[in-house]
């Protein structure tokens, strides 16, 4: 099993930058293919980005050339760089292991104001 705890979000205004972390417990988190998710109020949490154990990065249309996910398997944490944010980036951001997700964690709140 693996405790995550999300953090970095905040309130910015459009085309800031906020870089989101999540700090992964278990000593399988290296070996564990990790995504961002997000999801704000009426709709589905949706998958951001993910990231392989190897570093292998996919994401979502909308937030290409935008959001960068990465990792530290040595301190077991993932990370979201996001650029260029707009209005409809607002929502609530979760990581968690893809495509089988365990216990999510509280997430954390980015707010992009126009």
């Known amino acids: 099993q693996v405790h995550l705890v999300e953090f970095g979000g905040g309130l910015v205004q459009a085309g800031g930058s906020l870089r989101l972390s999540c700090a992964a417990s278990?000593?399988?988190?290296?070996?564990?293919?990790m995504g961002w998710y997000r999801q704000d109020p009426g709709n589905q949490r949706e998958l951001v980005a993910y990231?392989?154990?190897?570093?292998?990065?996919n994401y979502v249309d909308s937030v290409k050339g935008r959001f960068t996910i990465s990792r530290d398997n040595a301190k077991n944490t993932v990370y979201l760089q996001m650029n260029s944010l707009k209005p409809e980036d607002t929502a609530v951001y979760y990581c968690?292991?893809?495509?089988?997700?365990?216990?999510w964690g509280q997430g954390t709140q980015v707010t992009v104001s126009s």
């Open positions: 278990g000593s399988i988190f290296s070996i564990m293919t």
């Open positions: 968690n292991t893809y495509p089988n997700r365990m216990n």
């Open positions: 990231i392989t154990r190897v570093g292998a990065t």
